[in-house]
């Protein structure tokens, strides 16, 4: 089963709004990681975050994780057009790093 | 190399044909991986390598699926009499270990006729 799930499943904005997406995942964790992926390439990682933080910041992207809810956000700001793209977390524990189903996030210009 | 290299790029075959699928990751990066996304997806962990250590081959689905990595570097994943159900986009992605980022090559798109 999926380790980690994100929510929603696909997401459409107004260019220059904020875009939320949310990812839950159920045994413990020693990091979780948000990776992007634009149509027809491979994985790009965005943002690490260890299980003893709580916020992390990285230019526009803001994570959070909050391990009692088993939950992770990742907050874009200001969003633009090339932000388009699926965003995925990824969550490493005692066993491999697994991937969610992702957000599919559009950005209307 | 400055990323992680997969080839072919696209490779479109018939039923029951053997396909090879190569990965040649980020120089020093012990660990390396191979999944399977389907369209609109997301991935399907296939097969993992670290270092010497046996493979964590817990994800294959299948034995007509099975990968190798030669002297630690250049990985190959052979999919054997073909199925049409294994069409997809297979990824690899390198690290410096386990619980690193993770960097990914393109994928090669496989379609079975």
């Known amino acids: 089963s999926q380790q980690g799930e994100e929510d929603p499943q696909a997401l459409s904005i107004q260019e220059g709004e904020n875009a939320t997406m949310n990812c839950s995942y159920k045994?413990?964790?020693?990091?979780l990681q948000w990776y992007r992926q634009n149509s027809g390439r491979g994985l790009v990682h965005l943002i690490l975050?260890?299980?003893?933080?709580r916020e992390k910041h990285s230019g526009r992207l803001r994570v959070t994780l909050d391990t009692s809810k088993k939950s992770s956000s990742l907050l874009i700001t200001a969003s633009r057009a090339a932000d388009t793209a699926s965003y995925f977390c990824?969550?490493?524990?005692?066993?491999?790093?697994?991937f969610g189903t992702g957000t599919r996030l559009t950005i209307i210009p | 190399g400055a990323g992680v290299s997969q080839s072919p790029s696209n490779k479109v075959t018939e039923k029951g044909k053997d396909v090879e699928l190569r990965c040649d990751p980020i120089?020093?990066?012990?660990?390396l991986y191979w999944y399977r996304q389907s369209l609109g997806q997301g991935l399907e962990f296939l097969i993992y390598?670290?270092?010497?250590?046996?493979?964590?081959k817990s994800g294959l689905p299948s034995d007509r699926f099975s990968a190798e990595r030669t002297g630690g570097s250049v990985s190959t994943l052979t999919i054997q009499r073909t199925q049409q159900e294994d069409s997809a986009v297979y990824l690899c992605?390198?690290?410096?270990?386990?619980?690193?980022?993770?960097?990914f090559g393109d994928g090669t798109r496989l379609s079975i006729l």
């Open positions: 992605a390198s690290s410096k270990d386990r619980s690193q980022p993770q960097h």
């Open positions: 390598f670290q270092g010497n250590s046996a493979p964590d």
């Open positions: 975050i260890r299980s003893n933080e």
């Open positions: 990824a969550t490493v524990g005692n066993e491999k790093l697994t």
């Open positions: 045994t413990s964790i020693n990091n």
């Open positions: 120089s020093g990066h012990t660990a």
